[in-house]
């Protein structure tokens, strides 16, 4: 049965939003979500690096023995986070510069293989390209509100524009990772309440529960 | 089910095959253009530490880092000095030390006389963005102009004449920063004055 189009977008932007309803990509949303162009830029590779892993997965998924289907995932994931970061330093060399070791840390997000592992092997390369899009850009999203009230208190600037013209005390807490904690557990707490007060939610073809997650690489530091 | 061991272990060698391939032409493709983005970066940062004009596009940014700026060995040290010109000039001096996270490079300029910094560029530094990180804002760097040289330890606060600030929230590293400049100006200057 082939899930409409309208549903993958609608699932992976809000009701199943992997960062906020599925708790996955914490890693990340805690370590670069102080500043708004660094969560952009890392939302925009995720959500490349996604789509096309889950494209490629699901197009090759009949082909895939089962035993060896996790290091091939791993593999393909792989090296389109190397194209990403490979691009960005030719092109970019700034912003892969202030990114650093981010874009190379794409590859043990948990989100892509989630996809890859819940979606891409089971549906059509056309739906699981869109489901990885959405997917990264649902990432996205939550990183940029994150990165959004993280930067204005803790720094006073949008992407880095000074915007703290009263010279109003920042919040250095709000720059360390226990900040995106509590914004993120709160972000989970809305979104639970608001989603619970719904009608239950139709019979979504919800995807398998995500697989465990990765092991987290980000250092909190 | 076509799954057999032979066939995993051929799709295996050749999956890996086909991507590898794919990495290596793009790497080729790509290799000459991130070489030159490197060159590019050590220059400019090179240009702001002797205070000099670090801005602009790769070929004005090149022609002006070649007429102002010759690479020599002092000593033993491989430095980038500023073509003399009336008065001191720069000394660019590498330095190496280790950060909070990993290892910081970069350059420390001095001037000719060996009386005051001139200025100081991180080339390389994983320090934690946001808080150590920000050793690479104008801002902090832009504290270590001017800052006489007199014998005694560079510490936060003020230095003769001038102030520098550490970076709130990043003791470690703001430390580290400080250690490192300690040691260019206490082990490798010493070098350059051999040689007159």
């Known amino acids: 049965m082939k899930e409409s189009v309208r549903s993958v977008i609608q699932r992976n932007l809000w009701s199943d939003n992997q960062v906020v309803r599925q708790i996955l990509g914490i890693c990340s949303s805690l370590a670069v979500t102080n500043f708004m162009s660094n969560s952009l830029v890392m939302g925009l590779g995720l959500?490349?690096?996604?789509?096309?892993?889950?494209?490629?997965?699901?197009?090759?998924?009949?082909?895939?023995?089962?035993?060896?289907?996790?290091?091939?995932?791993?593999?393909?994931?792989?090296?389109?986070?190397?194209?990403?970061?490979?691009?960005?330093?030719?092109?970019?060399?700034?912003?892969?510069?202030?990114?650093g070791p981010y874009v190379g840390l794409i590859i043990t997000n948990c989100i892509i293989m989630g996809r890859a592992e819940a979606y891409a092997q089971k549906n059509p390369p056309f739906l699981s390209m869109l489901?990885?899009?959405?997917?990264?850009l649902g990432y996205t999203v939550v990183l940029m509100i994150l990165a959004t009230v993280r930067e204005i208190m803790g720094f006073g600037s949008v992407f880095g524009?000074?915007?703290?013209?009263?010279?109003?005390?920042?919040?250095?807490?709000?720059?360390?990772?226990?900040?995106?904690?509590?914004?993120?557990?709160?972000?989970?707490?809305?979104?639970?309440?608001?989603?619970?007060?719904?009608k239950p939610a139709a019979p979504a073809p919800a995807p398998a529960p995500a697989p465990a997650a990765m092991p987290g690489k980000e250092a909190t530091t | 089910m076509k799954q057999g061991p032979v066939y995993t272990i051929v799709f295996a060698f050749l999956l890996t095959a086909v991507f590898t391939s794919v990495l290596a032409v793009a790497d080729a493709f790509y290799a000459p253009k991130i070489a030159e983005n490197v060159v590019l970066a050590e220059r400019r940062d090179v240009l702001y530490a002797l205070g000099l004009d670090g801005t602009g596009?790769?070929?004005?940014?090149?022609?002006?880092?070649?007429?102002?700026?010759?690479?020599?060995?002092?000593?033993?040290?491989?430095?980038?000095?500023?073509?003399?010109?009336?008065?001191?000039?720069?000394?660019?001096?590498?330095?190496?030390?280790?950060?909070?996270?990993?290892?910081?490079?970069?350059?420390?300029?001095?001037?000719?006389?060996?009386?005051?910094?001139?200025?100081?560029v991180f080339t390389e530094q994983q320090e934690t963005p946001g808080l150590g990180g920000r050793i690479d804002e104008l801002q902090y760097k832009e504290q270590f102009r001017g800052v006489p040289i007199t014998g005694a330890k560079i510490?936060?606060?003020?230095?003769?004449?001038?102030?520098?600030?550490?970076?709130?929230?990043?003791?470690?590293?703001?430390?580290?920063?400080?250690?490192?400049?300690?040691?260019?100006?206490?082990?490798?200057?010493?070098?350059?004055?051999?040689?007159?």
């Open chain 1, 47 to 99: 959500t490349f690096t996604t789509a096309l892993s889950s494209l490629t997965l699901s197009a090759l998924r009949n082909a895939i023995p089962r035993r060896i289907r996790m290091i091939v995932q791993t593999l393909v994931i792989a090296v389109y986070v190397i194209l990403v970061d490979v691009f960005i330093k030719a092109n970019l060399p700034d912003i892969s510069k202030a990114l």
């Open chain 1, 131 to 136: 489901d990885g899009l959405f997917a990264g």
């Open chain 1, 161 to 198: 524009v000074d915007i703290n013209f009263l010279h109003l005390p920042t919040w250095t807490i709000m720059v360390m990772p226990p900040a995106a904690f509590f914004l993120i557990a709160t972000m989970i707490w809305i979104m639970s309440n608001v989603l619970s007060t719904k």
């Open chain 2, 57 to 120: 596009d790769a070929a004005t940014l090149n022609a002006r880092f070649d007429a102002q700026v010759a690479k020599k060995t002092v000593g033993g040290v491989e430095v980038y000095e500023q073509n003399p010109v009336e008065g001191p000039y720069g000394i660019a001096v590498p330095f190496t030390g280790s950060g909070l996270w990993g290892t910081i490079r970069g350059y420390l300029a001095v001037s000719s006389d060996f009386s005051r910094i001139v200025g100081i």
């Open chain 2, 155 to 196: 510490v936060y606060g003020s230095n003769g004449d001038r102030e520098i600030d550490a970076v709130t929230g990043a003791t470690v590293t703001s430390n580290a920063v400080l250690r490192i400049v300690n040691d260019v100006l206490d082990n490798t200057l010493p070098k350059l004055e051999v040689t007159p």
